[in-house]
């Protein structure tokens, strides 16, 4: 598909979730995304724009190009879709987001593509049973009556 690092798309991602908020991204704002000081974005801002990712204008900030904008959204798919999947599991919404981030990068196209019908499936009222309720329920039984360490 694409090799970039992991860095590189953690940035076109976080670029496109500001985008998607404010309409624009400047730098503060996705320093603040990514927690990291405003000279590593603007660093990192440069390299993607000689990738033709992105447009960077100093003072500015950056927009996606269209190549960048089709990684961006591939990165927010695969991290909206395990997001999902870890919100299903009871997985508090912080920690969800961290391990969306962490594994978005590394699972194959087939596992995600998978793991998003699953999701949908669930969602779409497909079988009879509330089944992120039910785990819950199962869950709230203790570990003690089940073989969870
Ligand atoms: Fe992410």
């Given amino acids: ?4 690092s992991r860095k590189a798309e953690d940035y076109l ?7 998607l908020e404010k309409g624009y991204a400047r730098t503060k704002d996705v320093a603040g995304v990514l ?10 801002f440069r390299k993607l724009d000689a990738m033709h990712l992105v447009e960077y204008r100093k003072y500015e900030g950056v927009t996606l190009t269209d190549k960048g ?16 999947l870890f919100l299903l599991l009871g997985v508090p919404d912080s920690v969800a987001d961290e391990d969306a981030c962490l594994m978005e990068h ?3 196209e087939e596992s995600i593509r998978q793991i998003r019908l699953f ?3 669930l969602d779409s009222g497909g079988v009879s049973v ?3 309720k039910a785990f819950a329920e199962f869950c709230r039984a203790g570990p003690d009556k089940k073989n969870v360490k």
């Avoid at 598909?1 to 970039?4: G, I």
Wanted: hydrophobic share 50%.
């Fill in 119 to 121: 999701v949908d499936f």
């Fill in 13 to 19: 991602e976080a670029i496109l979730n500001v985008i």
């Fill in 1 to 4: 598909m694409y090799s970039l």
């Fill in 35 to 44: 927690e990291v000081s405003p000279s590593s974005v603007v660093e990192m």
């Fill in 130 to 132: 509330d089944i992120g």
């Fill in 106 to 108: 590394e699972l194959s």
């Fill in 69 to 84: 904008r089709a990684v961006a959204e591939v990165i927010k798919f695969r991290h909206d879709t395990l997001k999902r």
